[in-house]
């Protein structure tokens, strides 16, 4: 039983192709009503085999949901974002949900022209992202008639966050370093104004200790390579392990390494912090880093706004979610590479 002619197929030929009422084949593709196991398992064998698709608003006005969510995001470039909306998109896809990704490029004029847009296509919820922790999100979102989930955004207390632990994070790139026997390790980061970077720094100086030092500056190349020179134009002992705050801080740290003929990772060991690949993965030697799972944070700001456009409860607050130490050749581990 196939399709083969170009009409599109409607409940009513499944209907009549399996045997049944009309409401009985739609209770069955909908999952709702009193229909036995055996009959609608017939009529979505039938509604597959002769080529239905449902009908998308239909579906919505009977669910009273439109199956679509929206991700709103700051992130022009799409480096933080477009992993996690790879993760949201895993959840949502066996669900039948669509995802609208809407780039504000902080501009609030924008960002509100796109929320409105996805009001108007009466979205189930809302994934709002940001390029930083502390970004104040817009007033708006707590504002609205459906649900709202935070990633990398803090939002209302009663409201749905999700973090990467930035100081676990830290934590495992330090406690690697001193694994391998590293003693003297300075931490190279981006601003003092970036929440992200102030947690893993207060993290790196409580494992470190007395004598411990953090630098901070851009989230950059330059910076990386900036900071380097100065530390060994210092007079006394040379640091044996950087800990960089991101993985382009790294690989300035390491050219400026390579410039000054230190050996990495035998005179000085380097950890990153994103596992930005096509970064981590070219420099050289290839790059030892701390992956903050993304897709991680995207399957789980998914599974959350999902269930909160079914009206289900999800627990509200921030949750911090684990990173992941990433071993390549900058450190000289015994471990197996990446």
Request: glycine share 8%.
């Amino acid at each position: 039983m196939k399709n083969t002619g170009d009409r599109r197929r409607t409940i009513y030929d499944v209907a009549k192709a399996a045997g049944v009422s009309i409401s009985t084949a739609s209770n069955a593709l909908n999952d709702t009503g009193r229909t036995n196991a055996e009959t609608r398992e017939r009529v979505r064998r039938v509604a597959e085999e002769i080529g239905f698709r449902p009908n998308a608003l239909a579906r919505g006005l009977l669910s009273k949901r439109s199956h679509a969510i929206g991700m709103l995001t700051n992130d022009t470039y799409g480096r933080l974002t477009l992993p996690m909306a790879a993760g949201v998109s895993e959840v949502l896809v066996d669900h039948g949900v669509s995802v609208f990704l809407c780039a504000t490029n902080n501009d609030p004029r924008l960002a509100q022209l796109h929320l409105e847009a996805l009001l108007d296509r009466q979205v189930d919820g809302i994934i709002f992202t940001a390029t930083r922790l502390d970004l104040t999100p817009p007033v708006q979102l707590s504002r609205l008639p459906i649900p709202v989930v935070y990633v990398f955004a803090e939002g209302p207390a009663d409201s749905v966050t999700f973090f990467p632990d930035d100081e676990q994070g830290a934590r495992l790139a330090v406690d690697h370093l001193k694994e391998l026997g590293r003693s003297r390790i300075i931490h190279i980061t981006g601003p003092r104004d970036y929440l992200a970077a102030r947690i893993r720094a207060q993290s790196y100086l409580d494992v470190c200790g007395d004598g411990a030092e953090a630098m901070f500056g851009d989230w950059s190349e330059e910076w990386g390579h900036e900071a380097v020179q100065s530390v060994f134009a210092r007079p006394g002992a040379k640091p044996d392990a950087i800990f960089c705050g991101s993985d382009e801080i790294a690989r300035g740290v390491i050219d400026a390494l390579r410039d000054l003929n230190v050996e990495i990772p035998r005179d000085v060991a380097v950890v990153g912090f994103d596992n930005w690949e096509v970064v981590a993965r070219q420099t050289r030697p290839p790059l030892t880093t701390i992956d903050m799972e993304l897709k991680e944070l995207g399957h789980r700001a998914g599974l959350a706004i999902l269930s909160l456009s079914k009206g289900e409860p999800v627990p509200a607050g921030i949750t911090r979610l684990p990173c992941r130490l990433v071993v390549r050749q900058s450190c000289g581990s015994p471990l197996q590479s990446d």
